[in-house]
């Protein structure tokens, strides 16, 4: 069945530092890929997407792409602020069917 | 939009009581998914609609829990009798397919804190 793999955190960062959460994926087809982001108290919500191999998706500064060849998403982000300390979930979406496969999410801490 | 709707947003109970969870999906919407979320397991998928019909309820943890989707604007998750263990974050989601083919990222209510004592 499909699976999400996501680095394990927690990750605490300074503040400017670069941001890389690895995650990798295992599905039958082609799969659309997603980022959410959950802070805390909330709901999880969309941080970015793409829908097919070798697409970039990108939001607020942070970047994806859809490696079909390594199987792999991962998130990044080259200058990390505390406002981005939250939780990061990867998550896919497989077009035989209607539910996504999350990931187990990332803790991310930004310090001053 | 008011995005998706849950309520109510924290509710205590004790052991044995009655627990319903309520969800306004987004209008249009024709996906419905209940998700619960805890430090142990982190975010299971419970239970999910396809208009209005339970398409995967494998992930309903036992026959305590039930959900229903009388209508396209409105699905409750209940719990009878309510156990401590049954203690967390409760997340209902909505989606949609565009043109009918294409399956979207889902839209997250703010959850239900549930506490039972």
């Known amino acids: 069945g499909d699976s999400v793999t996501q680095m394990e955190g927690p990750v605490t960062l300074s503040e400017e530092a670069f941001l890389t959460i690895n995650c990798t994926y295992t599905?039958?087809?082609?799969?659309?890929l997603f980022w959410y982001v959950q802070y805390p108290g909330e709901g999880l919500q969309l941080l970015l997407k793409?829908?097919?191999?070798?697409d970039k998706g990108s939001n607020k500064g942070f970047e994806a792409t859809y490696r079909k060849e390594t199987t792999s998403f991962h998130l990044e982000k080259g200058s990390v602020q505390v406002s981005d300390s939250a939780v990061y979930f990867c998550?896919?979406?497989?077009?035989?069917?209607?539910?996504?496969?999350f990931g187990d999410g990332t803790t991310l801490t930004v310090k001053p | 939009d008011a995005g998706v709707i849950q309520s109510p947003r924290h509710e205590v109970t004790e052991m044995g009581q009655e627990v319903t969870l309520r969800c306004k999906p987004i209008?249009?919407?024709?996906?419905l998914f209940w998700y619960r979320q805890t430090m142990m397991r982190g975010l299971e998928l419970l239970i999910y609609?396809?208009?209005?019909?339970?398409?995967?309820d494998s992930g309903m943890p036992e026959d305590r829990f039930s959900a229903k989707m009388p209508n396209a604007s409105f699905s409750t998750l209940k719990i009878q009798p309510s156990e401590p263990r049954d203690s967390a974050v409760y997340f209902c989601?909505?989606?949609?397919?565009?043109?009918?083919?294409?399956?979207?990222?889902?839209?997250f209510g703010p959850g239900t804190r549930l506490t039972v004592l």
């Open positions: 989601a909505s989606s949609f397919r565009s043109g009918g083919l294409t399956y979207n990222e889902q839209f």
């Open positions: 599905a039958t087809g082609y799969p659309s």
């Open positions: 793409a829908t097919k191999a070798d």
């Open positions: 998550a896919l979406l497989n077009t035989n069917a209607g539910k996504s496969t």
């Open positions: 209008s249009g919407h024709d996906y």
């Open positions: 609609f396809n208009n209005n019909v339970p398409i995967d």
